[in-house]
C-alpha cells in the first residue's frame, strides 16, 4: 500500500512538473515571439520624452519587445540607430527626430525594408509621410499649445492691472526659446505672441534666447537677461516647462517669489515639477502635453501595425486622422485647475 502511495505520489509530483515547464515554456515562447518595436528618441535627459518613454514601456509591456535609445541630440546618431533597427529586423520603428529635415531619408529607408515607422513629438516636414504608406505621427496640433500659453498671460493681465508695471498698455516679455529649427520651437515661439496680440493685447519682445530646452542654460540665460533688464520685465514666456522652471531659479537668486517681487513664467508640457511650481505660486501656468497619452498611442499603434491590422478604434483606444496622424489633445493649466493635470 506503502508503495503504491509512493508511486502514485511521484506520478502526480512528474505530472505537475511536466505541467510547470510546459506553461514556463509557453511563456517563454511568447516572449521570443514578441513583436519587436525600435524607439529612437532625440534626448532622454528631456522630462517630457522621458515621460513618453515611460508610457511606452508601460503599455507595450507584455505584448511587445521595446529597445528604446538616447540619440543625444544628434541627427547622425539617430541615423545610426535607425540603420540598427533595420538590420535587426525590428517589425516597428518609432522615431522622435533630432532634426526635421532628416524625416524624408528616414522615410525612405524604413521604406527599402517595409518596416512600419511611427514618427512623434516632432512632425516630419510637408508632405513627407505621403511618401510611404506605412509611415504615421502621433503628437499634438504643434499651433494649440502656445496658443493656450499665450492665453494664461492674457488671463493673468486682464485680472491683474499692475502687471502692466510702466503703465503703457503693453506686456514687455521675454521669450526663452527650445532648440533652432525645430518645429515646436518655431511654432511655439511665433503662437504664444500671436494669441497675446489676438485677443487684443500689445507686446514687446524685450529679449529672446534659446535655452536648448534646458533648465540649466534657461537659468543661465535668464541671469544674464535679469542683469540688463530686470526693471522691464513684465513676462516671461518659455517653450517649454524645464527652461520655465530655469527661468524661475534665475528669478529666486534674484529675490523674487518671496511675497513682494513677482514675474508671470508660464511654459508647457505639464511635468511633474511643472505642477509643483504652480501649486507653490512661482510658475504661473503650464500647458498639459498629455505624454502618457502619447507613449500609450504610439504603443498602440506599433502593436496593431505589428499584427498586420488596419490601424482604427477597432484595435486602439485612439482615433486616427487621415489614416495617418493621431492627435493629442492639449489643456491649460493653472492653480485654479490644477487638480485636472494631477
Not at 512528474?14 to 519587436?36: E, F, G, H
Not at 499649445?145 to 493681465?157: A, F, K, N, R
Not at 518671496?258 to 500647458?287: F, H, R
Request: charged share 25%.
Amino acid at each position: 500500500m506503502k508503495k503504491l502511495l509512493s508511486l502514485f505520489s511521484i506520478g502526480a509530483l512528474l505530472s505537475l512538473l511536466v505541467v510547470a515547464c510546459s506553461n514556463s515554456d509557453n511563456r517563454l515562447l511568447i516572449r521570443i515571439n514578441q513583436p519587436k518595436i525600435g524607439v529612437a528618441i532625440s534626448n532622454l535627459n528631456d522630462p517630457f520624452l522621458s515621460e513618453v518613454k515611460t508610457a511606452i514601456t508601460d503599455e507595450a509591456r507584455g505584448k511587445l519587445k521595446v529597445d528604446i535609445v538616447d540619440c543625444q541630440d544628434s541627427q547622425p546618431i539617430q541615423n545610426d540607430n535607425i540603420d540598427q533597427f533595420l538590420s535587426k529586423k525590428y517589425d516597428v520603428i518609432a522615431i522622435n527626430l533630432v532634426d526635421r529635415t532628416a524625416a524624408s531619408h528616414l522615410i525612405e529607408r524604413a521604406k527599402e525594408e517595409n518596416v512600419p515607422v511611427i514618427f512623434f513629438n516632432n512632425k516630419p516636414e510637408g508632405t513627407d509621410l505621403q511618401k510611404y504608406d506605412k509611415a504615421y505621427y502621433v503628437g499634438t496640433l504643434p499651433e494649440q499649445s502656445p496658443s493656450l500659453e499665450g492665453e494664461i498671460v492674457v488671463d493673468y493681465s486682464k485680472a491683474h492691472p499692475e502687471a502692466d508695471k510702466n503703465k503703457d498698455g503693453i506686456i514687455q516679455y521675454v521669450m526663452l526659446t527650445g532648440t533652432p529649427k525645430e518645429q515646436d520651437t518655431e511654432l511655439r515661439t511665433k503662437f504664444s505672441v500671436d494669441a497675446i496680440e489676438n485677443w487684443g493685447l500689445k507686446v514687446q519682445k524685450i529679449a529672446e534666447d534659446t535655452a536648448m530646452w534646458d533648465r540649466k542654460k534657461a537659468e543661465t540665460k535668464m541671469s544674464s537677461i535679469l542683469s540688463t533688464q530686470v526693471n522691464k520685465i513684465e513676462a516671461v514666456i518659455a517653450n517649454n516647462d524645464d527652461m520655465a522652471l530655469g527661468v524661475i531659479d534665475a528669478l529666486k537668486a534674484k529675490g523674487y517669489f518671496n511675497g513682494t517681487k513677482y514675474i508671470p513664467v508660464v511654459g508647457i508640457d505639464g511635468t511633474g515639477e511643472a505642477l509643483q511650481a504652480i501649486k507653490t505660486g512661482t510658475l504661473l501656468g503650464t500647458v498639459l502635453n498629455d505624454g502618457k497619452s502619447q507613449g500609450k498611442a504610439i504603443s498602440q499603434l506599433a502593436i496593431s501595425l505589428a499584427k498586420k491590422k488596419i490601424p482604427s478604434q477597432d484595435n486602439m483606444d485612439f482615433e486616427m486622422t487621415d489614416g495617418k496622424y493621431i492627435w493629442i489633445p492639449f489643456k491649460k493649466i493653472t492653480r485654479d485647475n490644477l487638480d485636472e493635470a494631477e
